[in-house]
């Protein structure tokens, strides 16, 4: 398959599973989470589902759904199953398939893979979601160096939190990696305010020219 983008991240909870919702939306895509951590509330399936308005038929099942909210690796263990990283493979799909990970770009599967191994073996352009607050540069910068060595190909950088327009051009500037765009924190955040500031904050053209 040609038409995925894989949306990963320099840590957890920084906010991509709401980038991957305006994402799918925009895009009118499909979505896969291959593994879920944590089935205690609304997993991230169901959070892209809702906030990016998107239809059941559009999000595809999980790999592997793991009760403990950890690492897959631990969660596995916990849950006493056994991930198997090399047969991740995205599902069919006639639609765009947006693609998230779990946790930050190296969080670890089994003892001896994470999901950048994965990533390297699919080769589909990769957008890093990253913080704008303090310390984002030195994570954002190591999270790009590791997709590098990888060769997994980056779509660029999606910035998540408040404007911090220095933070944001040194870190293109010693990257070389593309600002694609900043998401602001919404309150309230709903459907509509998503849609909206996804639209006005990012060039629906960058993602599609990626899957072209």
């Given at each position: 398959?040609k038409?995925?983008?894989?949306?990963?991240?320099t840590?957890?909870?920084?906010?991509?599973?709401?980038?991957?919702?305006g994402?799918?939306g925009?895009?009118?895509?499909?979505?896969?989470?291959?593994i879920?951590?944590?089935?205690?509330?609304?997993t991230?399936?169901?959070?892209?589902?809702?906030?990016?308005?998107?239809?059941?038929?559009?999000?595809?099942?999980?790999?592997?759904?793991l009760?403990?909210?950890?690492?897959?690796?631990l969660a596995?263990?916990?849950?006493?199953?056994?991930?198997?990283?090399?047969l991740?493979?995205?599902?069919?799909?006639?639609?765009p398939?947006?693609?998230e990970?779990?946790?930050?770009?190296?969080?670890p599967?089994t003892?001896?893979?994470?999901?950048a191994?994965?990533?390297?073996?699919?080769?589909y352009?990769?957008?890093?979601c990253?913080?704008?607050?303090?310390?984002t540069?030195?994570?954002?910068?190591?999270?790009?160096?590791?997709?590098?060595?990888?060769k997994?190909?980056i779509?660029?950088?999606?910035?998540?939190?408040d404007?911090?327009?220095?933070?944001?051009s040194?870190?293109e500037?010693?990257?070389?990696?593309?600002?694609?765009?900043?998401?602001?924190h919404l309150?309230p955040?709903?459907?509509?305010?998503?849609?909206?500031?996804?639209?006005?904050?990012?060039?629906i053209?960058?993602?599609?020219?990626?899957?072209?």
């Amino acid at each position: 398959m040609k038409n995925c983008i894989v949306v990963t991240g320099t840590d957890t909870n920084i906010g991509k599973t709401v980038f991957s919702a305006g994402l799918t939306g925009a895009l009118g895509a499909a979505y896969w989470k291959p593994i879920q951590s944590g089935l205690d509330g609304q997993t991230d399936s169901e959070t892209v589902a809702i906030l990016g308005e998107v239809p059941q038929h559009r999000i595809l099942a999980e790999a592997w759904r793991l009760r403990v909210p950890a690492s897959p690796h631990l969660a596995a263990q916990l849950d006493e199953v056994s991930i198997v990283p090399d047969l991740l493979m995205p599902p069919a799909s006639r639609l765009p398939l947006i693609i998230e990970g779990a946790g930050g770009l190296l969080v670890p599967l089994t003892r001896n893979q994470t999901f950048a191994d994965v990533f390297a073996r699919w080769r589909y352009p990769t957008i890093l979601c990253a913080r704008t607050k303090l310390g984002t540069i030195n994570h954002t910068l190591l999270s790009i160096e590791a997709l590098r060595q990888r060769k997994i190909p980056i779509l660029g950088v999606a910035f998540i939190g408040d404007r911090e327009p220095e933070t944001e051009s040194i870190i293109e500037h010693m990257s070389g990696a593309t600002n694609l765009g900043c998401l602001p924190h919404l309150d309230p955040l709903t459907p509509e305010t998503l849609r909206h500031a996804f639209t006005a904050q990012f060039d629906i053209s960058d993602f599609l020219e990626a899957l072209a």
